[in-house]
């Protein structure tokens, strides 16, 4: 069984101000791990994901995520957020490419001008 | 190319009414769930089918939730008989399934039920 934790339900940040967003996760097997962002009244969309390789990963409008074995965690970041990134932020994981993926509760982002 | 479309975007029901809420997935894409959203619950995961075949029903769902593919471009999730707490967000989202395994979504039905 897997399992993903955000911490956090809601962050609130200034505009310009650099931004991480925990997620901790739970996985038998080296996982598959995703971010996906949902503006309001949208669905879900893909901001980055970790398969292998790099722990490091970029993703779109300057998010990027690192991966942590040690730490079973994979942290979204950004160096500057703008108003626009108000957001909720989810965190997931697969146990491989075909497995359904599991979501951690979410994180509401607000972005102060 | 189209993304995921869901129709109604809106529904309100009665209590006991019966609700049917529809998904085309990406043209071409194998696998199809259903979730449901809410504040408190977040994602639930309610079905999942690859190649038009049930491979998940969200066990605790199935009770009042019947979703079916009825072919591989269009799939149907029914609620009877809604209740209040069904109240939520229903999101639709497909997947290539051939080892690519990011999600795509619909914008979702935003149901309520008195």
């Known amino acids: 069984a897997q399992s993903v934790t955000q911490p956090d339900a809601r962050v609130t940040v200034s505009e310009g101000a650099s931004l991480q967003l925990r997620c901790k996760y739970s996985s038998s097997v080296t996982p598959y791990l995703f971010w996906y962002v949902q503006y309001p009244r949208q669905g879900l969309q893909l901001l980055l994901k970790?398969?292998?390789?790099?722990?490091v990963v970029q993703g779109v409008n300057g998010f990027e995520a690192e991966f942590s074995k040690s730490n079973s965690s994979f942290h979204l970041r950004k160096a500057s957020v703008h108003w626009s990134d108000s957001a909720v932020y989810f965190c997931a994981v697969s146990s491989n490419a075909g497995a359904k993926l599991t979501f951690g509760g979410g994180t509401r982002l607000t972005v102060r001008p | 190319d189209a993304g995921v479309t869901q129709t109604p975007r809106h529904e309100v029901a009665e209590k006991g009414q019966t609700i049917i809420l529809k998904c085309e997935p990406v043209s071409g894409h194998n696998d199809l769930f259903w979730y449901r959203q809410t504040k408190i619950q977040g994602l639930e995961l309610l079905s999942y089918?690859?190649?038009?075949?049930?491979?998940?029903d969200g066990g605790a769902f199935k009770d009042r939730f019947k979703a079916e593919m009825l072919n591989s471009s269009f799939s149907t999730l029914k609620i009877q008989p809604t209740e209040p707490k069904d109240s939520a967000v229903y999101l639709c989202?497909?997947?290539?399934?051939?080892?690519?395994?990011?999600?795509?979504f619909g914008a979702g039905t935003r149901l309520s039920v008195l």
């Open positions: 089918f690859r190649s038009k075949s049930l491979m998940e």
């Open positions: 989202a497909s997947r290539p399934g051939t080892g690519e395994n990011t999600l795509y």
């Open positions: 970790y398969y292998s390789g790099d722990p």
